[in-house]
């Protein structure tokens, strides 16, 4: 079955830098769209990244753009997350998840979810 693994996160200062891991199994990986989300309490989940199956198409979130950078590892089954500039507003659960052709990074389009971890970026 598709399974989604997380792992990563942390407290950490403003400014510096995270990296999120999120391990596959159950499926080609190439074959699928990978996203990562967050959500912050009291706010919707949102889409942070979002990458295509062959990397035919990536997204980035205004506020992430050129901080975050979404990667996959296909050997490994593995998907990243390098998180560098972090901010409070940064603070969220994170969670990766996977579909095999969501038509946009919005959470209602991805299917399978990874557990999340927490993000808090505070001095």
């Known amino acids: 079955q598709v399974q989604l693994v997380e792992s990563g996160g942390g407290l950490v200062q403003p400014g510096g830098s995270l990296r999120l891991t999120c391990a596959a199994s159950?499926?080609?990986?190439?074959?699928?769209?990978i996203g990562w989300f967050r959500q912050a309490p009291g706010k919707e989940r949102e889409g942070v990244s979002c990458i295509s199956s062959s990397d035919v198409y990536t997204y980035y979130a205004d506020s992430v753009k050129g901080r975050f950078t979404i990667s996959r590892d296909n050997a490994k089954n593995t998907v990243y997350l390098q998180m560098n500039s972090l901010k409070p507003e940064d603070t969220a659960v994170y969670y990766c998840?996977?579909?095999?052709?969501?038509?946009?990074?919005?959470?209602?389009?991805?299917?399978?979810w990874g557990q999340g971890t927490q993000v808090t970026v505070s001095s």
């Open positions: 998840a996977t579909d095999r052709s969501p038509a946009s990074c919005n959470s209602a389009e991805y299917a399978y």
């Open positions: 159950g499926f080609i990986l190439d074959y699928y769209a």
